[in-house]
């Protein structure tokens, strides 16, 4: 439409389900889970729109019942990554001309699809490939994916109507075009809405996008892309490449149409990416775009102040909800003196009795950690503390709570409390991903060293939360800690930022801050241009300063 200034709909934040029993949703899921089990699924690549099964596949189990084989996905390497550029930069032209309001439509579309019609098939495809419960995939896939479709396309129209001033005579214009060349998205297992987002954001923008979802998130990634072509999205605009991540990488890196990355996953594997995109820097046509949201060690700091019951019911979901597996799940607990002993007791009391075990009981809080590889790097953390510390960082350790670790029929970690003399023993600096929370009891006496403390423990600076009804202790504490943490809060816990509402990432070891889930990130999938346009050209270059004196 070019005679219209087109407005998107003001979005809504997706209202959560209850799933309580009797309601409607939890009789639609439970069929809709019956009938993800039943199939045998067989998921291809989509490069231009067209499914490819290379007949490279890899099994697709249940985390919390590995026997279960849900299907195979085929794998891309080294010539499907080629084969998906060369399809990317075909549709580049016609997708990058649309109107910026018909790109908007297509991801708006995405957003009620994935809100009805396909609400329960996303929950279900998390629940048994992520091995989520009801309540945490209905927050991801239905509502925080649902979000951030309607969401972007409301920041994508306030960036646009972000144009400079002009003076008398002249005409100042910004037109936020889409990078040159292709972005690549690079998505981790633990949301389906991250992943939905990392891809879908850079598109919206007008970009073209190789998409590489995670290994362990390949069910519910794929319905997401089918969402997006059945709401009109053309072929070639997002291209889904599940694979060797190495593989893929090698290929995209040595384009000189890479022209931005967005990652979301562990630090370490971003600052190999970062290094390889910074190796080949100079075959660049243009400096590319890195934005990275990366690992955390999320805190939960509770000043003397405290009000217990709600600091105790902060720490369970915060540290336990998804099995920990959440870039802002609280691993790190700090307990003043004066209350330690009452409040771990009732802590540990709450922590023993959450149920765990597979996510089509609902009664269960918990499942499983992601894959064995998971369970394997966690597990030993939890035995050496069960043996009392010991660890190469010193100090010693009790379990307060929890400790079995078992992955005879799914890879179960017991929901897990340590309690550490040292406040830098291992567990209160390792990023462990699994449902494991460690306390350290510090003096209130020293409130300031107790801050330094926080801030300083771990290379991460993702969440934290303060727990403290004394406000000017509220006051010393956010100002102790404004560095500590891209997101933080009081009185609640450090997990659940909503779209368009708590901004999301951190810095330090936590990532680029490019904050998904509002303009700052979209901001980063374009390069402005600017256009001035002079009405009455001046036709005489003499100026008056040179006249005769
Ligand atoms: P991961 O780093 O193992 O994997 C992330 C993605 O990178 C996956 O798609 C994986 O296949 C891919 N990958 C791995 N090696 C690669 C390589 N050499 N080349 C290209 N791609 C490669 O992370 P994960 O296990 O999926 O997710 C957990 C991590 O993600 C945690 O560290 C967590 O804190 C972080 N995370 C951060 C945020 C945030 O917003 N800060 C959000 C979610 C998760």
Not at 136 to 165: G, K, V, W
Not at 390 to 419: M, N, Q, W
Not at 470 to 494: I, M, Q, T
Request: aromatic share 10%; net charge neutral.
């Amino acid at each position: 439409m070019n005679d219209a200034l087109p407005r998107v709909p003001r979005p809504v934040n997706e209202p959560v389900l209850s799933y309580a029993p009797g309601s409607p949703e939890r009789a639609a899921l439970k069929a809709e889970l019956a009938a993800l089990l039943g199939r045998d699924h067989d998921i291809p690549l989509i490069i231009g729109g067209r499914e490819i099964r290379t007949g490279r596949t890899a099994p697709i189990r249940r985390p919390d019942a590995h026997g279960v084989i849900l299907g195979r996905y085929h794998q891309a390497g080294e010539a499907e990554a080629g084969l998906a550029v060369e399809a990317a930069l075909k549709a580049k032209a016609e997708w990058a001309d649309l109107p910026w309001e018909e790109r908007a439509a297509v991801f708006l579309r995405a957003g009620e699809l994935v809100a009805g019609k396909y609400r329960q098939a996303l929950n279900a495809a998390t629940m048994l490939g992520q091995s989520k419960t009801a309540q945490q995939a209905e927050i991801d896939a239905a509502c925080e994916t649902a979000d951030f479709l309607r969401y972007n396309p409301h920041f994508m129209e306030r960036i646009y109507a972000d144009q400079p001033r002009s003076g008398s005579g002249e005409w100042n214009r910004l037109s936020y075009r889409p990078l040159e060349g292709f972005v690549y998205a690079v998505t981790p297992f633990n949301f389906t809405a991250i992943a939905a987002n990392l891809a879908s954001a850079p598109a919206m923008m007008g970009n073209v996008v190789l998409w590489k979802p995670a290994s362990t998130s390949i069910l519910s990634n794929w319905l997401l892309m089918k969402i997006y072509e059945e709401a009109g999205l053309p072929p070639g605009v997002i291209n889904f490449l599940p694979g060797s991540g190495s593989a893929i990488s090698k290929v995209v890196f040595a384009r000189p149409e890479f022209a931005g990355l967005h990652f979301t996953g562990s630090t370490g594997v971003f600052n190999s990416l970062w290094k390889q995109a910074s190796d080949r820097l100079s075959t660049y046509r243009a400096y590319p775009r890195l934005v990275g949201e990366t690992g955390g060690k999320d805190f939960i700091f509770l000043d003397p102040s405290a009000d217990p019951e709600a600091a105790v019911c902060a720490a369970v979901r915060g540290a336990y909800e998804y099995q920990g597996q959440k870039c802002s799940a609280a691993s790190r607990l700090y307990v003043p003196r004066s209350m330690a002993g009452d409040f771990l007791d009732r802590l540990s009391a709450e922590i023993s009795s959450l149920p765990m075990g597979e996510v089509t009981d609902f009664r269960n809080f918990l499942g499983a950690v992601i894959d064995e590889a998971a369970f394997d790097g966690i597990a030993p953390f939890v035995e050496r503390a069960l043996a009392g510390g010991g660890s190469a960082s010193g100090g010693t350790a009790r379990v307060l709570a929890g400790g079995r670790c078992d992955k005879s029929r799914g890879y179960f970690i017991e929901p897990t409390l340590i309690l550490a003399d040292e406040p830098r023993y291992e567990t209160m600096e390792t990023e462990l991903f699994g449902p494991v929370l460690t306390a350290h009891v510090y003096d209130d006496g020293d409130m300031e060293a107790a801050y330094r403390v926080v801030d300083a423990t771990s290379p991460y600076a993702l969440t934290g939360a303060v727990f403290a009804r004394d406000r000017r202790a509220v006051v010393r504490a956010l100002g102790a800690l404004r560095y500590s943490a891209g997101n933080l809060y009081v009185n609640d816990k450090p997990t659940g930022a909503v779209v368009g509402r708590q901004p999301f990432g951190g810095a330090r070891g936590s990532g680029t801050n490019d904050k998904a889930g509002s303009p700052l990130n979209l901001l980063r999938w374009t390069s402005a241009g600017a256009v001035k346009e002079t009405f009455s050209p001046p036709v005489k270059w003499r100026y008056p300063y040179m006249g005769e004196a």
